[in-house]
């Protein structure tokens, strides 16, 4: 069965600083892979997927994330953090050859923008 | 594009009251699904129809919960005599067909239990 880990329950970033929040995964085939955020009382958004092609897929707000399959993760990315970007992080996965429609959400990092 | 709307935004209920949520997807959408979250925890799948089917459901969800899509459009999740550990966020999203498609959520129904 496909599994998401997001190993830092919590990361904190300097306000201008670049960010990084780890995802990895595990299924049986190939993956599409998502990252969702959470407002306080809201529902999650979409910030991107990775389906196929290029390892390096551009988002919402400046987000970014690099496929690597060889190390199975999908590490969230942005150059320079806001305030603004404080919230809660998701990753998911969905796994394609077991023509499963579920997605599956990891744990969820929650990210602090220290001004 | 409306987005996903859930009501109520917050229920409060009695323990071994029943209880009625309502989701109206994108209306575009065909796939809708209901997932339930607990603090500290992402998203647990639930159940998920593809127009009015109901084509599964988690081993998570017990008799006492049931989901109704009657014309594939919006849809009602019901929990029968709630019990404490029923507290959780319920959220809704709905998708276009297709592996591919993301999911957009609603923003949620908290649902305490007393």
């Known amino acids: 069965a496909q599994s998401v880990a997001q190993p830092e329950d919590q990361v904190n970033v300097a306000e201008g600083n670049p960010l990084t929040v780890k995802c990895t995964y595990s299924?049986?085939?190939?993956?599409?892979l998502f990252w969702y955020v959470q407002y306080p009382n809201r529902g999650l958004q979409f910030l991107l997927k990775?389906?196929?092609?290029?390892?390096l897929v551009k988002g919402s707000y400046g987000f970014e994330a690099e496929f690597n399959k060889s190390q199975t993760s999908f590490h969230l990315k942005k150059p320079s953090a806001l305030v603004s970007d404080s919230a809660l992080y998701f990753c998911a996965v969905r796994d394609i050859p077991n023509r499963d429609d579920k997605i599956i959400f990891g744990k969820g990092t929650r990210l602090h923008i220290l001004p | 594009d409306t987005g996903v709307s859930q009501n109520p935004r917050h229920k409060i209920t009695k323990r071994g009251q029943n209880v009625t949520f309502r989701c109206d997807p994108i209306s575009e959408h065909n796939r809708l699904y209901w997932y339930r979250q607990t603090l500290g925890q992402g998203p647990e799948f639930l159940t998920y129809?593809?127009?009015?089917?109901?084509?599964?459901k988690s081993r998570l969800l017990s008799d006492r919960f049931s989901a109704e899509r009657p014309k594939g459009s919006f849809s009602t999740l019901e929990i029968q005599r709630t019990e404490q550990g029923d507290s959780a966020m319920y959220l809704c999203?709905?998708?276009?067909?297709?592996?591919?498609?993301?999911?957009?959520f609603g923003d949620g129904t908290r649902l305490s239990i007393l």
């Open positions: 990775y389906i196929t092609g290029d390892n």
């Open positions: 129809f593809q127009n009015e089917a109901q084509l599964e």
């Open positions: 999203a709905s998708s276009d067909q297709g592996a591919r498609q993301p999911q957009h």
């Open positions: 299924v049986s085939g190939n993956p599409y």
